[in-house]
């Protein structure tokens, strides 16, 4: 059974920082990318960061310079540092384990930024 578990989200101030983290089980993690999106009530969801089973990694724009995405292979999981955080940044934030037409998500963690 593949599971997808985020943690780490909260309320923060606008420039703060939060880090979060994805752990996953029941997939051979080394060999899967790995995905960070965000989603806003009504809107659709977007792909914030990725990362491949190699690190090579790719941001939208909207985070590149304050956002990094990671991975620890020793533990399985992912992680996003995010930085400089803005109100525009509020959002459920998801992660997604993805392999060709396969694709797993977790539950999601609400990150509010917010003074």
Request: hydrophobic share 35%; glycine share 12%; with cysteine.
């Amino acid at each position: 059974q593949v599971q997808l578990v985020e943690s780490g989200g909260g309320l923060v101030q606008p420039g703060g920082s939060l880090k979060l983290s994805c752990a996953a089980s029941g997939i051979n993690f080394s060999i899967w990318p790995m995905d960070w999106y965000r989603q806003v009530p009504g809107k659709q969801r977007e792909l914030v960061a990725g990362i491949t089973n190699d690190d090579k990694t790719n941001y939208a724009d909207a985070v590149k310079g304050r956002f990094t995405i990671s991975r620890d292979g020793a533990k399985n999981a992912v992680h996003l540092q995010m930085n400089s955080l803005k109100p525009e940044d509020t959002a459920v934030y998801y992660c997604k384990a993805i392999r060709g037409f396969t694709a797993y998500w977790g539950q999601g963690t609400q990150v509010t930024v917010s003074s």
